[in-house]
């Protein structure tokens, strides 16, 4: 068996066997936090505690997955088997099979994902007669989302005058309303949508003081990752289920503290030393993860916020390449840049494609990224953004799948009732919907029953006949999920219910894709029904497939092939670590954003989030800007991100600063390999001509620059010791 303990640092190995009572390790980017929890938990098994006991909570699913591994490579598979660990919504889901039926859900209940729950709420507003313009689905969704996620239920909501008022301030005195016929309706369904999740684990947890304590007793020692990014419902689920034994380790950074817009509070940090007066603090300063540059340079960013809590961040790690700082002239350019980077330090540095990152603030700016990369046949993989599971095809599939084990799950219903189209028209389905909202009852008994309501709702003995042959293609799967594994029946109904059939019909390059993606996802339950049969505790059902991709976040890429480089959001970045990480489009309204800008609170926000994508290089970091950006459909001009003037200009090295007088007269100054082969066409005038003024007054390199450049790529004052290396690596 490894010796764990030797892998850990003095403090490191406290917080380890520190294993009774609440401690908490609020530390640094990189100073091992993650590594304390996984090596905590070993420690756990190592001492004779049952796996069966130990929870740990994660930021994505895959972050679980590889801490599991990594522990059971210490004590073995067979004692690591029984852990829970996964995300909150992951894990509460799982509990929530056993125990939602309290709460009047069925346990096989359907998870809406925000596509669903959009399309729910369309409909809400629509039938309600509400302006979309002022009452968009997203922000309402949005709005619910945070009364959920403060456990402010409908009933609270209409007791709560404040909020009311607040509502109705904002143009939206029907909230309230839409509130309930939202929660109503995912009710009817037998749906929840994700921060049900953790709602209803909220609510059994407060009503039912014999499954707290059943979860109490199994859950005897607790652990959760990325503390600072927990939002309020989290945190009480955590404390509920903790308040027995305590034996609880939280570990974050305030400093990467970067969903506040999703409802994170910081405040969670300070309340656990309130709840745990007694509580055992260990502060980890030292940083294995980055050169001494990157680390400093980050240390530098994070000084300028003024929320937080003080933290001396080192490292004895090398020194390391300064940022290099590049100036693109359009999106295009920056992304040329990157790829011909990525492409020589490959070769010179021998590195592989998984060891580079390109980090960015909106899933938009990867297309520029993408196109660069494939023209250099780099192999590249795409985080987040539009996932598999979100493609039309797998959603009608997966509408087929849900259907079976839940009927009552309306948007399923909906999706697969005329698709592949059987004759079942849109008049049809109003007139089934309206029944449905008379008779009290769920839209699948009316299609099951719709000989007995067909005369009174005025439904013809044709349509009639279509709804009653696609309620008994469904029941015939539903018997038939009794009897056989799940992939003979998906298998059995993509064919039945004419689906490949239809995607077969379609020649074109993007039928084709889809009846592959389709083909994947049929492989995929294949792999998980054998995964699962292996497994002693597997669960190799169909709610168990659809529970996976439901939950499955963005940061769980499903591409088996991980040697590729990672394009990604730095949202979605958080915990990862990687040699070479390119920060691109560090401009003025994209990063941060322009959203974010208004309020010093908001900006701080973006501000962590430019230390999280920072601190996510091991060896070399670069920052990239452009002065123009293809966006919203036209070419844009771009100023310099104010924090390019933030980090301290003694860890950068500017690579390729075009002055003004040169940006002025004709481009013949600049590379003619920076406009490249896209036919880009330098627009007349730069506005970042303030930006980068205002820049030239903090940074010494620019102000040096100004009056007359030697040439266009030049050093910061006083620097000489790297200056060869980095021409060379120019
Ligand atoms: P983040 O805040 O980004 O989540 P973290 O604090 O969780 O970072 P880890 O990811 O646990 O940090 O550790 C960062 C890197 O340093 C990892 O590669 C880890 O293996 C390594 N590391 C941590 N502690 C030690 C140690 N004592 N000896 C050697 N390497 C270590
Ligand atoms: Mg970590």
Redesign the pocket.
């Known amino acids: 068996m490894e010796n764990y303990l030797d892998?850990?640092?003095e403090p490191?190995r406290k917080a380890v066997e520190a294993t009774e009572g609440p401690v908490m390790v609020i530390?640094?980017?990189?100073?091992?936090?993650?590594?304390?929890l996984?090596y905590r938990i070993a420690h756990l098994l190592n001492k004779g505690v049952d796996s069966f006991n130990i929870l740990s909570l994660t930021f994505t699913n895959k972050a679980a997955k590889e801490m599991k591994e990594r522990i059971a490579n210490v004590v073995g598979h067979s004692e690591a088997k029984n852990l829970w660990m996964g995300t909150f919504h992951s894990v509460f889901a799982r509990m929530l099979r056993v125990e939602a039926p309290l709460l009047g859900y069925p346990s096989d209940f359907t998870i809406y994902d925000q596509q669903d729950a959009v399309s729910v709420m369309s409909k809400i507003i629509t039938e309600m007669n509400l302006d979309k313009d002022i009452y968009k689905p997203k922000q309402v969704l949005g709005r619910i989302s945070q009364y959920k996620n403060n456990l402010i239920t409908v009933r609270a909501y209409h007791n709560n005058q404040a909020l009311i008022e607040a509502d109705a301030e904002a143009m939206k005195p029907r909230m309230g309303d839409i509130y309930r016929a939202y929660v109503d309706r995912c009710f009817k369904s037998g749906a929840m949508d994700f921060d049900d999740l953790l709602l209803r684990t909220n609510e059994i947890l407060t009503r039912f003081p014999e499954v707290l304590s059943k979860y109490q007793e199994r859950f005897k020692y607790i652990m959760v990752?990325?503390y600072q990014d927990t939002n309020h419902s989290q945190y009480l689920i955590v404390k509920a289920l903790a308040s027995r034994y305590e034996n609880i380790c939280v570990?974050g950074?305030d400093a990467?503290s970067i969903y506040a817009f999703r409802g994170a509070n910081i405040r969670n940090i300070l309340s656990f030393k309130q709840d745990y007066p007694d509580a055992q603090l260990y502060p980890?300063e030292?940083?294995?993860?980055s050169s001494q540059n990157i680390v400093q340079a980050a240390n530098t960013i994070i000084a300028h916020n003024q929320d937080q809590l003080e933290k001396n961040v080192w490292t004895s790690n090398e020194e390391g390449e300064k940022i290099a700082v590049y100036r693109a002239l359009s999106d295009a350019d920056e992304a040329r840049y990157i790829a011909s980077q990525i492409w020589e330090r490959q070769i010179s540095d021998h590195l592989q494609p998984k060891d580079f990152a390109i980090l960015y603030r909106t899933n938009a700016q990867s297309r520029a990224l993408e196109e660069a990369l494939r023209k250099r046949g780099i192999k590249y993989r795409v985080f987040g953004g539009t996932s598999f599971y979100q493609r039309k095809e797998i959603k009608d599939m997966v509408g087929y799948m849900r259907l079976l084990i839940n009927q009552n799950d309306e948007e399923a219903l909906l999706r697969t009732i005329n698709y592949p189209a059987r004759g079942i028209g849109q008049t049809t389905i109003s007139k089934l919907l309206v029944a449905a909202d008379q008779h009290q009852s769920t839209l699948f008994n009316i299609v099951e029953n719709i000989s007995m309501y067909a005369p009174t709702i005025g439904i013809n003995a044709g349509t009639s006949n279509k709804l009653n042959d696609f309620a008994l293609l469904i029941k015939r799967f539903q018997v038939m999920l009794k009897t056989h594994d799940v992939y003979e029946v998906t298998m059995e109904m993509a064919k039945a219910t004419g689906l490949l059939r239809t995607l077969k019909e379609d020649s074109t390059p993007e039928g084709i894709s889809r009846l592959e993606n389709v083909q994947e996802l049929l492989n995929s339950i294949q792999g998980y029904v054998d995964e699962q049969k292996q497994l002693e505790d597997g669960d190799a059902s169909l709610s168990g497939f659809l529970e996976n991709i439901a939950l499955a976040t963005d940061a769980d890429n499903t591409d088996e092939d991980d040697n590729q480089v990672n394009l990604m959001t730095v949202h979605l970045a958080?915990?990862?670590?990687f040699p070479v990480v390119f920060i691109a489009g560090l401009e003025e309204n994209l990063f941060p954003s322009m959203m974010a800008v208004n309020t010093r609170a908001e900006l701080e926000e973006e501000r962590r989030l430019f230390y999280?994508a920072l601190?996510?290089a091991e060896k070399v970091a670069y920052f990239t800007y452009s002065v123009s950006r293809f966006r919203w459909g036209k070419i844009i001009d771009c100023e310099p991100s104010r924090f390019l003037e933030e980090v301290d200009s003694n860890y950068l090295d500017w690579k390729n600063l075009h002055i003004p007088t040169q940006r002025n007269s004709n481009n013949s100054g600049l590379s003619a390999d920076l406009f490249g082969d896209d036919n880009y066409s330098a627009p007349a005038r730069y506005s970042s001509e303030s930006r980068e003024k205002s820049a030239a007054r903090q940074n010494p390199n620019i102000r040096r620059a100004t009056p007359t450049p030697p040439k266009a790529n030049f050093k910061p004052v006083g620097e000489t010791k790297s200056t060869s290396a980095n021409t060379a690596n120019h």
């Open positions: 892998l850990l640092n490191q530390a640094g980017a990189g100073s091992g936090k993650t590594r304390v996984t990752d990325e570990v950074d990467q980890l030292q940083n294995y993860r958080k915990g990862l670590e999280v601190t996510r």
